[in-house]
């Protein structure tokens, strides 16, 4: 099914660790996202890749780095994860017309880190 | 860097009953998205609203955009269980809402 696949579905790390969550979309939007979703916070946005070759900070990007490795994958990286970033993670992909989302996000069904 | 304020936060209701939430902000909205979103999966796109007034109804959902575009609101008529989830309202400069938090109760 056409969609946006988010690698690994769960995942524990110890503070100081590092590790790459994966996203990958088929559905040859041009707009990727990686968002956090916290109790009381809702979603807020850490990076975005408006197209192939460019990424943006987003509200809350310190602590992480991204990767646009192509049109179809999109990469979040902790380099040194704190308790802090214990959170539920989503990729998701969008058509973009400038600024602006046209037709909405898909979403990926989420990656869920715990930071000890 | 623009607010959605969504109401209620929480909403817990009998199953048959009908339910109105609502997403405001200070600014005009350019678009405006609504998603479910249940636990442990994503959020899933009902709808994009982009004119101001537009109606738009999805089986027993009815989506409202205000005219001067700076409100919403989700109107769910006779709510099933299945209905149950977290609703989120998002504009098209990637900011959402916090959610309102549904629960259809049997």
């Known amino acids: 099914n056409a969609g946006v696949t988010q690698t690994p579905k769960f995942q524990v790390l110890k503070t100081g660790q590092s590790m790459t969550l994966q996203c990958a979309q088929d559905?040859?939007?041009?707009?990727m996202y990686w968002y956090r979703q916290d109790p009381g916070m809702g979603l807020r946005l850490i990076y975005y890749?408006?197209?192939?070759?460019?990424?943006d900070k987003g509200e809350v990007p310190n602590g992480y780095n991204v990767s646009r490795l192509n049109k179809r994958e999109f990469s979040l990286r902790l380099e040194s994860a704190a308790p802090s970033q214990t959170s539920v993670y989503f990729c998701?992909?969008?058509?973009?017309?400038?600024?602006?989302?046209?037709?909405?996000?898909?979403f990926g069904s989420g990656t869920r880190l715990t930071v000890v | 860097t623009q607010l959605l304020e969504q109401s209620p936060q929480f909403l817990s209701i009998q199953e048959g009953e009908n339910l109105t939430v609502y997403c405001n902000s200070s600014?005009?909205?350019?678009?405006l998205q609504w998603y479910r979103q249940e636990p442990g999966e994503g959020p899933v796109l009902l709808v994009t609203?982009?004119?101001?007034?537009e109606v738009k109804k999805l089986k027993r959902l009815t989506f409202q955009f205000g005219d001067a575009r700076k409100d919403s609101s989700l109107h769910i008529t006779a709510a099933q269980t299945g209905d149950t989830g977290l609703y989120l309202c998002?504009?098209?400069?990637?900011?959402f809402g916090k959610g309102t938090k549904l629960t259809v109760n049997p």
């Open positions: 600014s005009v909205f350019s678009s």
């Open positions: 609203v982009v004119t101001g007034g």
């Open positions: 890749s408006a197209s192939e070759g460019t990424t």
């Open positions: 998002a504009e098209g400069k990637l900011v």
């Open positions: 998701a992909s969008s058509t973009r017309q400038g600024r602006f989302i046209l037709y909405g996000y898909t």
């Open positions: 559905m040859n939007h041009n707009s």
